[in-house]
Protein backbone atom coordinates (compact mmCIF):
# COMPACT_ATOMS: atom_id res chain seq x y z
CA UNK A 1 0.00 0.00 0.00
CA UNK A 2 1.23 3.61 -0.81
CA UNK A 3 2.80 5.28 2.02
CA UNK A 4 0.35 7.15 4.76
CA UNK A 5 0.86 8.19 8.55
CA UNK A 6 -0.70 5.28 10.40
CA UNK A 7 -3.73 7.61 10.64
CA UNK A 8 -4.52 7.95 7.21
CA UNK A 9 -7.46 5.60 7.41
CA UNK A 10 -9.49 7.95 5.28
CA UNK A 11 -7.00 7.43 2.61
CA UNK A 12 -6.56 3.75 2.75
CA UNK A 13 -10.48 3.52 2.65
CA UNK A 14 -10.39 5.69 -0.96
CA UNK A 15 -7.58 3.87 -2.54
CA UNK A 16 -9.39 0.38 -1.22
CA UNK A 17 -11.80 1.15 -3.39
CA UNK A 18 -9.66 0.44 -6.23
CA UNK A 19 -9.89 -2.98 -7.48
CA UNK A 20 -6.96 -5.75 -8.55
CA UNK A 21 -7.49 -6.58 -11.82
CA UNK A 22 -7.74 -10.64 -10.63
CA UNK A 23 -10.87 -11.64 -8.78
CA UNK A 24 -11.68 -14.01 -6.88
CA UNK A 25 -14.02 -15.87 -9.07
CA UNK A 26 -11.51 -15.58 -12.17
CA UNK A 27 -8.31 -16.35 -10.87
CA UNK A 28 -7.15 -20.19 -11.88
CA UNK A 29 -4.13 -22.53 -10.68
CA UNK A 30 -1.24 -22.36 -12.95
CA UNK A 31 0.60 -25.63 -13.57
CA UNK A 32 2.93 -27.13 -11.10
CA UNK A 33 6.44 -25.98 -11.79
CA UNK A 34 8.37 -29.17 -14.09
CA UNK A 35 11.27 -28.67 -11.83
CA UNK A 36 11.38 -28.77 -8.06
CA UNK A 37 13.77 -29.06 -5.17
CA UNK A 38 14.33 -32.46 -2.97
CA UNK A 39 12.41 -32.54 0.39
CA UNK A 40 14.63 -33.36 3.18
CA UNK A 41 14.27 -32.46 6.64
CA UNK A 42 16.20 -28.98 6.99
CA UNK A 43 13.78 -26.33 7.64
CA UNK A 44 14.32 -23.64 4.73
CA UNK A 45 13.14 -20.01 3.94
CA UNK A 46 12.01 -17.91 0.82
CA UNK A 47 11.69 -14.43 -0.08
CA UNK A 48 8.76 -12.90 -2.06
CA UNK A 49 7.87 -9.53 -3.06
CA UNK A 50 4.06 -8.86 -4.87
CA UNK A 51 3.32 -5.67 -3.93
CA UNK A 52 1.73 -4.46 -0.36
CA UNK A 53 3.30 -6.96 2.15
CA UNK A 54 0.29 -7.47 3.81
CA UNK A 55 -1.90 -9.67 1.45
CA UNK A 56 1.60 -11.55 0.56
CA UNK A 57 1.65 -12.50 4.17
CA UNK A 58 -1.74 -13.25 4.64
CA UNK A 59 -1.50 -15.75 1.47
CA UNK A 60 1.86 -17.93 2.87
CA UNK A 61 0.37 -17.70 6.31
CA UNK A 62 -2.81 -20.35 5.61
CA UNK A 63 -0.28 -22.74 3.41
CA UNK A 64 0.19 -25.82 4.81
CA UNK A 65 4.04 -26.81 5.75
CA UNK A 66 4.84 -22.82 5.73
CA UNK A 67 5.88 -22.61 9.36
CA UNK A 68 6.29 -18.89 9.63
CA UNK A 69 5.68 -15.59 7.19
CA UNK A 70 7.15 -12.11 7.58
CA UNK A 71 6.77 -9.17 6.31
CA UNK A 72 9.60 -6.84 5.41
CA UNK A 73 11.89 -5.28 3.43
CA UNK A 74 14.55 -6.13 1.03
CA UNK A 75 16.68 -4.83 -1.69
CA UNK A 76 18.00 -1.66 0.12
CA UNK A 77 20.53 -1.13 2.97
CA UNK A 78 20.01 -1.71 6.86
CA UNK A 79 19.49 1.86 7.22
CA UNK A 80 16.48 2.40 4.73
CA UNK A 81 14.73 -0.31 5.88
CA UNK A 82 11.79 1.51 8.05
CA UNK A 83 8.29 1.99 5.91
CA UNK A 84 8.48 5.48 5.85
CA UNK A 85 11.80 5.67 3.80
CA UNK A 86 10.80 2.60 1.78
CA UNK A 87 7.66 4.35 0.73
CA UNK A 88 9.57 7.09 -1.03
CA UNK A 89 10.78 4.25 -3.39
CA UNK A 90 13.97 5.60 -3.64
CA UNK A 91 15.60 2.96 -1.04
CA UNK A 92 15.96 0.20 -3.61
CA UNK A 93 13.68 -2.22 -0.92
CA UNK A 94 10.80 -3.90 -1.97
CA UNK A 95 7.59 -4.75 0.51
CA UNK A 96 8.53 -8.00 0.72
CA UNK A 97 7.85 -11.83 2.95
CA UNK A 98 9.97 -13.84 4.44
CA UNK A 99 8.27 -17.18 4.37
CA UNK A 100 10.01 -20.63 6.56
CA UNK A 101 8.58 -23.92 5.61
CA UNK A 102 8.68 -27.41 5.50
CA UNK A 103 10.04 -28.90 2.79
CA UNK A 104 8.65 -32.29 3.89
CA UNK A 105 4.83 -30.64 3.26
CA UNK A 106 5.02 -27.95 1.07
CA UNK A 107 8.69 -27.11 -1.66
CA UNK A 108 9.46 -24.56 -3.28
CA UNK A 109 7.88 -25.02 -6.38
CA UNK A 110 4.86 -25.27 -4.70
CA UNK A 111 5.14 -21.99 -2.97
CA UNK A 112 6.04 -20.86 -6.47
CA UNK A 113 2.92 -21.71 -7.98
CA UNK A 114 0.99 -20.40 -5.23
CA UNK A 115 3.09 -16.88 -5.37
CA UNK A 116 2.22 -16.88 -9.20
CA UNK A 117 -1.04 -18.10 -9.08
CA UNK A 118 -3.26 -16.05 -6.15
CA UNK A 119 -0.67 -13.83 -4.17
CA UNK A 120 -0.07 -10.95 -6.92
CA UNK A 121 -0.23 -10.13 -10.35
CA UNK A 122 3.37 -10.95 -12.23
CA UNK A 123 2.90 -9.22 -15.24
CA UNK A 124 2.32 -5.65 -13.67
CA UNK A 125 5.51 -4.00 -13.65
CA UNK A 126 6.73 -1.92 -10.37
CA UNK A 127 3.62 -1.88 -9.02
CA UNK A 128 0.54 -3.99 -7.98
CA UNK A 129 -3.18 -2.84 -8.65
CA UNK A 130 -3.61 0.30 -6.22
CA UNK A 131 -0.22 0.87 -5.52
CA UNK A 132 2.97 1.98 -7.68
CA UNK A 133 6.60 2.05 -7.12
CA UNK A 134 9.67 0.21 -7.33
CA UNK A 135 8.92 -0.65 -4.00
CA UNK A 136 5.57 -2.98 -5.04
CA UNK A 137 8.12 -4.78 -7.39
CA UNK A 138 7.43 -8.36 -8.22
CA UNK A 139 10.36 -9.91 -7.19
CA UNK A 140 11.92 -13.48 -6.16
CA UNK A 141 14.85 -12.66 -3.47
CA UNK A 142 16.76 -15.97 -3.79
CA UNK A 143 18.92 -17.41 -1.20
CA UNK A 144 21.18 -19.53 -2.86
CA UNK A 145 21.54 -20.86 -6.63
CA UNK A 146 19.02 -23.82 -6.36
CA UNK A 147 16.49 -21.14 -6.11
CA UNK A 148 17.64 -18.80 -8.67
CA UNK A 149 17.43 -21.78 -11.17
CA UNK A 150 14.48 -22.83 -10.52
CA UNK A 151 12.35 -19.28 -10.02
CA UNK A 152 13.71 -19.04 -13.48
CA UNK A 153 12.47 -21.86 -14.75
CA UNK A 154 9.18 -21.48 -13.42
CA UNK A 155 9.01 -18.17 -15.07
CA UNK A 156 10.50 -19.84 -18.80
CA UNK A 157 7.87 -22.60 -18.43
CA UNK A 158 4.55 -20.13 -17.52
CA UNK A 159 6.22 -17.60 -20.54
CA UNK A 160 6.12 -20.29 -22.57
CA UNK A 161 2.83 -21.19 -22.00
CA UNK A 162 1.54 -17.99 -22.70
CA UNK A 163 -0.16 -18.25 -18.86
CA UNK A 164 -0.69 -14.94 -18.32
CA UNK A 165 -1.20 -13.29 -22.01
CA UNK A 166 1.91 -10.83 -21.38
CA UNK A 167 5.36 -11.39 -20.90
CA UNK A 168 5.55 -11.98 -16.77
CA UNK A 169 7.38 -9.48 -15.17
CA UNK A 170 8.70 -10.39 -12.28
CA UNK A 171 12.53 -10.44 -11.34
CA UNK A 172 15.02 -12.51 -9.22
CA UNK A 173 17.73 -11.01 -7.12
CA UNK A 174 20.47 -12.07 -5.54
CA UNK A 175 22.63 -11.10 -2.23
CA UNK A 176 19.71 -9.21 -0.79
CA UNK A 177 19.14 -9.19 3.08
CA UNK A 178 15.51 -9.66 4.42
CA UNK A 179 14.97 -6.96 7.63
CA UNK A 180 11.64 -7.64 9.47
CA UNK A 181 9.48 -4.58 9.15
CA UNK A 182 7.38 -2.91 12.21
CA UNK A 183 5.40 -4.55 14.14
CA UNK A 184 2.21 -2.96 13.40
CA UNK A 185 2.50 -4.27 9.82
CA UNK A 186 2.71 -7.75 11.13
CA UNK A 187 -0.18 -10.02 10.82
CA UNK A 188 -2.21 -7.15 9.72
CA UNK A 189 -4.59 -9.11 6.99
CA UNK A 190 -5.58 -11.30 10.48
CA UNK A 191 -5.94 -8.92 12.65
CA UNK A 192 -7.68 -6.15 10.51
CA UNK A 193 -9.97 -8.13 8.17
CA UNK A 194 -12.54 -5.64 7.81
CA UNK A 195 -10.32 -2.68 6.73
CA UNK A 196 -10.57 -1.37 3.19
CA UNK A 197 -8.15 -2.26 1.45
CA UNK A 198 -7.62 -5.67 3.12
CA UNK A 199 -11.36 -6.29 2.40
CA UNK A 200 -10.84 -5.54 -1.55
CA UNK A 201 -7.18 -6.45 -2.25
CA UNK A 202 -6.50 -8.93 0.33
CA UNK A 203 -9.16 -11.20 1.02
CA UNK A 204 -9.60 -12.71 -2.10
CA UNK A 205 -6.03 -14.11 -1.75
CA UNK A 206 -6.80 -15.75 0.69
CA UNK A 207 -9.92 -17.11 -0.99
CA UNK A 208 -8.48 -18.22 -4.07
CA UNK A 209 -5.77 -20.10 -2.50
CA UNK A 210 -8.78 -21.69 -0.22
CA UNK A 211 -10.36 -22.50 -4.08
CA UNK A 212 -7.80 -23.10 -6.09
CA UNK A 213 -5.30 -25.11 -3.75
CA UNK A 214 -7.59 -26.83 -1.03
CA UNK A 215 -5.17 -29.44 -0.47
CA UNK A 216 -2.11 -26.73 0.82
CA UNK A 217 -4.84 -24.57 2.13
CA UNK A 218 -4.93 -24.17 6.43
CA UNK A 219 -7.84 -22.49 7.72
CA UNK A 220 -5.44 -21.67 10.89
CA UNK A 221 -2.87 -19.24 9.55
CA UNK A 222 0.42 -19.40 11.24
CA UNK A 223 0.63 -15.74 12.92
CA UNK A 224 4.25 -13.74 13.45
CA UNK A 225 2.18 -12.32 16.92
CA UNK A 226 2.90 -16.25 18.04
CA UNK A 227 6.41 -16.89 17.27
CA UNK A 228 7.67 -13.45 17.15
CA UNK A 229 9.75 -11.71 15.15
Known amino acids: MPWFPVSGVAALAALAMVVLPSSAETARPLPPPAADEKADDATRTAVFA???FWGVQGVFQHVEGVTRAVSGYAGGEASTAHYEKVGSGRTGHAESVKVTYDPRKVSFGT???????VAHDPTELDRQGPDSGPQYRSTIFVG???????????ID???????????????????????????????????????????????????NLKRLFPDRYRAEPVLVSRTGT
Do not use: M, W
Not at 111 to 117: A, N, R, T
Not at 183 to 197: A, E, F, K, S
Open 144 to 154: DDEQARLAKAY
Open 111 to 117: LLQIYFS
Open 50 to 52: GGC
Open 157 to 207: QLDAAKSFGKKIATTIERGRTFYPAEDYHQDYLTLHPRQPYIVINDLPKVE
